[in-house]
Each structure stands twice: as structure tokens, then as C-alpha cells.
Nanobody, 121 residues
Framework: QVQLVESGGGLVQAGGSLRLSCAAS????????MGWFRQAPGKEREFVAAIGWLGGSTYSADSVKGRFTISRDNAKNTVYLQMSSLKPEDTAVYYCAASRRGLLLNDFDNWGQGTQVTVSS
């Protein structure tokens, strides 16, 4: 079983930046797809970004393309989400997740507890 712990969330003004980290433990996630999801109050959890095993393939939601970048450091068993040009609508709890099967939401079966990101206008 993989344990995931997110960090780096906080309060930031619109236009600002944050970098989220997701530290994995229990086993190496080098062979896992890793993803970031978010959930705003009253809304369903939505996909933000994902990255393949070696980091060569990345995928982002249209709403964050050009602003958010996902990366991974397999030596540190850690995944990152660099967020720039933040908007108030990016406010949500951000979750890190791991999958060995694929990139669909239901494929991710290891989840962190989440970290709150709040963007003020």
C-alpha cells in the first residue's frame, strides 16, 4: 500500500504561485501513474494533471493548461504541482493520487488527505 502526503497549500493572492508536493511512502511509486485532483466546496472532484512513469508524458485539464505543471522525482518518491497565475476559481482541496492501471479517476486507488489552496481576489 502506498501512503501519500500532500504539502505546500495555503492562501495566495490571485496571480500568485504555489508549489504542491506529494511525498509517497510504503513503496516506490516509480511505476505508478501519479495525478493531482481537486475538489471545491459543493463540487465533484475533478482531474487537474497527471504524469506517466518516467515523467515524459504529462496531461493537464484545459482549465489549468499553461498555468500548472506536474513533475516527479522518482529518486525522492515525490510528485509536484507547480501552480502559477492562480485564479480564485482554483480554490479547492488538492489531492495527490497514485494508479498502476491508468489515468481514469476510478483507476486511482491510493489517495492523500489533501491540502487546501485558497486564492483571494
Amino acid at each position: 500500500q502506498v501512503q501519500l502526503v500532500e504539502s505546500g497549500g495555503g492562501l495566495v493572492q490571485a496571480g500568485g504561485s504555489l508549489r504542491l508536493s506529494c511525498a509517497a511512502s510504503g513503496r516506490s511509486v516509480s511505476s505508478y501513474f501519479m495525478g493531482w485532483f481537486r475538489q471545491a466546496p459543493g463540487k465533484e472532484r475533478e482531474f487537474v494533471a497527471a504524469i506517466g512513469w518516467l515523467g515524459g508524458s504529462t496531461y493537464s485539464a484545459d482549465s489549468v493548461k499553461g498555468r500548472f505543471t506536474i513533475s516527479r522525482d522518482n529518486a525522492k518518491n515525490t510528485v509536484y504541482l507547480q501552480m502559477s497565475s492562480l485564479k480564485p476559481e482554483d480554490t479547492a482541496v488538492y489531492y495527490c493520487a497514485a494508479s498502476r492501471r491508468g489515468l481514469l479517476l476510478n483507476d486511482f486507488d491510493n489517495w492523500g488527505q489533501g491540502t487546501q489552496v485558497t486564492v483571494s481576489s
